[in-house]
C-alpha cells in the first residue's frame, strides 16, 4: 500500500504542478498548449544544470537537495523566458495561440535532442555520477537515524524514499491557489480571461496581466518538467514527457480549471498512471505473490488505461466545463 501510494504521488505531483500552470494562462485568457514543449526545455535545464554542477563539483553528494533546489529554480526560470515566446506571440502580434503552442510543442524537442546530441552524442542526457535516489531522495540519515530504521506505516510513507521535490511542489500548489483566489492579484488575473474588456475599464493593464499568467505559466511547466525527469526518468532529459504536459490538460479540463478539483483529478490519474508503469509490482492481495501482472491481462491494457481513461473522462465532463470566456480571444484596446 505504501508502495503505490508513494507511486501514485510520483506520477501526480507534476500532473498536478502543470494543470495549475495550465489553469493560470487560461485564467489571464492565454490558451497554453505548448505545456507538453515547456516541460521538455524545463527537463532538460535542470537536468543539464545537475550535470555541470557535479561534472566542476560544486555540490557534494551530502549538499544534494540544495542542488536538487537550485535545479528547480533553474528550470522554472528558463521554463518561464521560453514561455515568452507564447506570450509574444499572442499578446503582441495577436497570433492564434493554438498554431502558437503547438509550434513550441514542436520546437521545443527538437531543440533538445539537437543539444543533447551535441554535448553527450547520445540521444539522452543523464547525470553526471551518480543515481537520482542517492543525491535527492530523502535518507533516514537526514534525522541522524540508521539506514535501516523503521518509521512505521505513516512515516514510511511521508518520509523514508520520499523525494523532497513532492512536498516542495505540494507547499507551492496551495501558495499560488491562495494567491490566484484570495488576492488583489489573482482576482485581476482571473478577471482578464472573463472580460478583458471592463477590467481595462477599471485601469488594469489587460497586456500586462497576461504576461504574468503566461510567465507563470512557464515556470511552473518548466518546474514540473524537471520533476518529471527526477522523478521517472532517473534525472536524465530524452527529448520527451511521455504526454504528461497533454495529461495535464485533461487533468485541468476535468478539474474545471479549479485548483481543488485539479488536485483530485491529477491524484487520479496519477494513480491509472502508476498501475501503467509499476503493475508488475504492484501486489493485490498483500501477501507477496498476487501481482497484477499475473491475472493474465495484457500489459499493452495497463499501459492504455491513462489515455483510455483521459478519453473517457473528457467525453463524459468537457459539456459541463465552464471555460473562461475570453480564453484565446487577442485582446485589442481599441476594441469595446
Not at 537526514?142 to 521535490?165: A, C, E, M, Q
Not at 485533461?250 to 474545471?256: D, H, K, R, Y
Not at 501482472?293 to 481513461?309: E, N, W
Amino acid at each position: 500500500m505504501v508502495f503505490l501510494i508513494q507511486q501514485t504521488m510520483i506520477y501526480a505531483i507534476p500532473l498536478m504542478i502543470v494543470a495549475l500552470a495550465g489553469i493560470f494562462a487560461e485564467r489571464s485568457g492565454i490558451i497554453n498548449l505548448a505545456l507538453e514543449g515547456i516541460m521538455i526545455f524545463g527537463a532538460f535545464c535542470g537536468v543539464l544544470f545537475v550535470r555541470i554542477m557535479q561534472e566542476n563539483n560544486v555540490f557534494t553528494q551530502q549538499q544534494g537537495q540544495l542542488l536538487m533546489v537550485a535545479a528547480m529554480a533553474v528550470a522554472a526560470a528558463l521554463g518561464a523566458l521560453f514561455s515568452l515566446l507564447l506570450a509574444f506571440s499572442a499578446i503582441n502580434l495577436k497570433a492564434d495561440q493554438t498554431i502558437g503552442g503547438t509550434a513550441l510543442n514542436m520546437l521545443a524537442p527538437a531543440f533538445v535532442l539537437f543539444f543533447i546530441n551535441l554535448l553527450t552524442h547520445q540521444t539522452a542526457m543523464g547525470m553526471y555520477v551518480g543515481d537520482a535516489a542517492s543525491w535527492f531522495m530523502i535518507k533516514p540519515s537526514t534525522f541522524g537515524l540508521p539506514r535501516d530504521h523503521d518509521f512505521g506505516f505513516l512515516g514510511n510513507l511521508l518520509i523514508n524514499k520520499v523525494y523532497l521535490s513532492t512536498y516542495i511542489c505540494l507547499i507551492l500548489f496551495l501558495v499560488l491557489s491562495v494567491i490566484l483566489y484570495k488576492t488583489k492579484f489573482g482576482l485581476r488575473l482571473r478577471s482578464c480571461g472573463e472580460n478583458p474588456q471592463a477590467a481595462d475599464s477599471l485601469g488594469i493593464n489587460v497586456y500586462k496581466m497576461r504576461y504574468a499568467g503566461t510567465t507563470i505559466s512557464g515556470a511552473l511547466s518548466g518546474l514540473g518538467g524537471f520533476v518529471y525527469a527526477l522523478t521517472t526518468a532517473n534525472c536524465a532529459s530524452t527529448g520527451e514527457v511521455a504526454g504528461f504536459g497533454f495529461l495535464a490538460l485533461a487533468v485541468m479540463i476535468f478539474g474545471n480549471w479549479t485548483p481543488l478539483s485539479t488536485a483530485l483529478a491529477a491524484v487520479l490519474f496519477g494513480l491509472f498512471k502508476c498501475i501503467a508503469a509499476t503493475y508488475a509490482s504492484i501486489d493485490i492481495n498483500g501477501d507477496g505473490v498476487a501481482m497484477l501482472a499475473q491475472i493474465g491481462v495484457s500489459p499493452y491494457v495497463y499501459r492504455l488505461l491513462p489515455y483510455l481513461i483521459t478519453l473517457v473522462v473528457l467525453a463524459f465532463t468537457s459539456k459541463n466545463s465552464r471555460v473562461p470566456k475570453a480564453e484565446g480571444i487577442p485582446y485589442d484596446k481599441g476594441s469595446r
